[in-house]
T-cell receptor, first 116, second 115 residues
Framework: AQTVTQSQPEMSVQEAETVTLSCTYD???????LFWYKQPPSRQMILVIR??????QNATENRFSVNFQKAAKSFSLKISDSQLGDAAMYFC?????????????FGEGTQLTVNP | ETGVTQTPRHLVMGMTNKKSLKCEQH?????MYWYKQSAKKPLELMFV???????ENNSVPSRFSPECPNSSHLFLHLHTLQPEDSALYLC??????????????FGPGTRLLVL
């Protein structure tokens, strides 16, 4: 079974600085997708970034980028130039490839605080 | 707000009540999901519907009864719940395809308190 582990229950960062959230996963599959979701205090879960396992290039979305290390099964999220609005719970998630309607396996989450 | 809406946003019910949670997606998706989110725990997938057929039921107690009348609507009928069922219930939808575009989009959730 696939598992996703976020070893940092809480992180904090100063506004305008950079922070990295860690995620590791365990799978025997070669085709899969990885996601970072953000859940602000309003509770709406929002997709931040997605990585296809077959792509070697790390995904980026504006200030958000990932460091995808397939061999190490590591998928960290880097937030650059942190803003107050980045404060939220961040979840790492895994999905098998080639399966429609496939389940997401989530990590436990990392609560990010942004200090002004 | 995304294209997935949920009502009500908050619900308080007694253990003998019957209530329903509603989810509606405006994204043209074919798959819908119910998740339970409890404090300090990963999201727990409860049910998956694809093209209005239930394709996954993760050992959820029968006091939770899902219904998917069409690809845009998903309900979760609740009856004789227990206090430990208090949680945030999240609905999500996805295109229901294979490949890169298969991404889930979430609603705002219903905060449920069972007394």
């Amino acid at each position: 079974a696939q598992t996703v582990t976020q070893s940092q229950p809480e992180m904090s960062v100063q506004e305008a600085e950079t922070v990295t959230l860690s995620c590791t996963y365990d799978t025997s599959e070669s085709d899969y997708y990885l996601f970072w979701y953000k859940q602000p205090p309003s509770r709406q879960m929002i997709l931040v970034i997605r990585q296809e396992a077959y792509k070697q290039q790390n995904a980026t979305e504006n200030r958000f980028s990932v460091n995808f290390q397939k061999a190490a099964k590591s998928f960290s999220l880097k937030i650059s130039d942190s803003q107050l609005g980045d404060a939220a719970m961040y979840f790492c998630a895994y999905r098998r490839g080639e399966t429609s309607g496939s389940r997401l396996t989530f990590g436990e989450g990392t609560q990010l605080t942004v200090n002004p | 707000e995304t294209g997935v809406t949920q009502t009500p946003r908050h619900l308080v019910m007694g253990m003998t009540n019957k209530k329903s949670l509603k989810c509606e997606q405006h994204l043209g998706h074919n798959a819908m999901y119910w998740y339970k989110q409890s404090a300090k725990k990963p999201l727990e997938l409860m049910f998956v519907y694809s093209l209005e057929e239930r394709v996954e039921n993760n050992s959820v107690p029968s006091r939770f009864s899902p219904e998917c009348p069409n690809s845009s609507h998903l309900f979760l009928h609740l009856h004789t719940l227990q206090p430990e069922d208090s949680a945030l219930y999240l609905c999500a939808s996805s295109p229901g395809t294979v490949g890169d575009q298969e991404t889930q989009y979430f609603g705002p959730g219903t905060r449920l308190l069972v007394l």
